[in-house]
């Protein structure tokens, strides 16, 4: 398929479990950004990548967050040690350098017992 | 830092209503503005963006323009269908990084 795909689709985990999200960017895209989207706090941004380096880490919420991107490529955004509060969907976006269209995957629904 | 309010939901409306959805925004520097739209059991899709001032974006019937002198980014379409029920969000970005600040979505719904 040609747009960015995120998996699991669907998470349930235990309080205190390291759960791990993967996002497939559209090839070519060099620009990676992971948001959060809660009933809370709406939709915030996380992280973003250039490349494989992060400049802005500005949104992470807590040292449990944590996102690294290979090979231009692929990105696993792993929260360790899970609260409740980390209940959300989280969203994977791809972008051209340069572009200001951000292409949205479907998203990784977690659900923290 | 930036921010995007947005008119709160939910809306309701009978097909062929005009719509309007509101959206101010406060931001440093230049934004580009953007509609970003959520059908039920969907991901975030771009409807339509504006990236300087007076700049008209439109798809779908639906259309915004850009507002400096009222940061303002309002949604508008002339008569809305049943399909045009999701949920729809004003967002900015600014930087290098052009990551987006969103506001907290406006539920639209759209009866026969």
């Known amino acids: 398929g040609a747009g960015v795909s995120q998996s699991p689709s669907n998470k349930v985990t235990e309080k205190g479990k390291d759960v791990e999200l993967r996002c497939d960017p559209i090839?070519?895209?060099?620009?990676l950004y992971w948001y959060r989207q809660s009933l809370g706090q709406g939709l915030e941004f996380l992280i973003y990548f250039q490349g494989n380096s992060a400049p802005d880490k500005s949104g992470l919420p807590s040292d449990r967050f944590s996102a690294e991107r290979t090979g231009g490529s692929v990105s696993t955004l792993t929260i360790q040690r899970t609260q409740q509060e980390d209940s959300a969907v989280y969203l994977c976006?791809?972008?051209?350098?340069?572009?200001?269209?951000?292409?949205f995957g479907p998203g990784t629904r977690l659900l923290v017992l | 830092g930036d921010s995007v309010t947005q008119m709160e939901g939910p809306v309701t409306l009978s097909e062929e209503a005009f719509l309007t959805i509101n959206c101010t925004y406060t931001?440093?520097?230049?934004?580009?503005l953007f509609w970003y739209v959520q059908y039920p059991g969907e991901g975030l899709q771009l409807l339509l963006k504006?990236?300087?001032?007076?700049d008209k974006g439109s798809n779908k019937g639906f259309e915004a323009t850009y507002r400096k002198e009222t940061t303002s980014f309002h949604l508008e379409k002339g008569s809305v269908q049943v399909s045009d029920s999701a949920v729809y969000f004003c967002a900015l970005s600014t930087g290098s990084a052009r990551q987006l600040t969103f506001g907290s979505g406006t539920q639209l719904t759209v009866l026969p």
């Open positions: 976006a791809s972008s051209l350098v340069g572009s200001e269209t951000q292409y």
């Open positions: 931001a440093t520097g230049y934004p580009s």
């Open positions: 090839s070519g895209h060099t620009a």
């Open positions: 504006a990236t300087k001032a007076d």
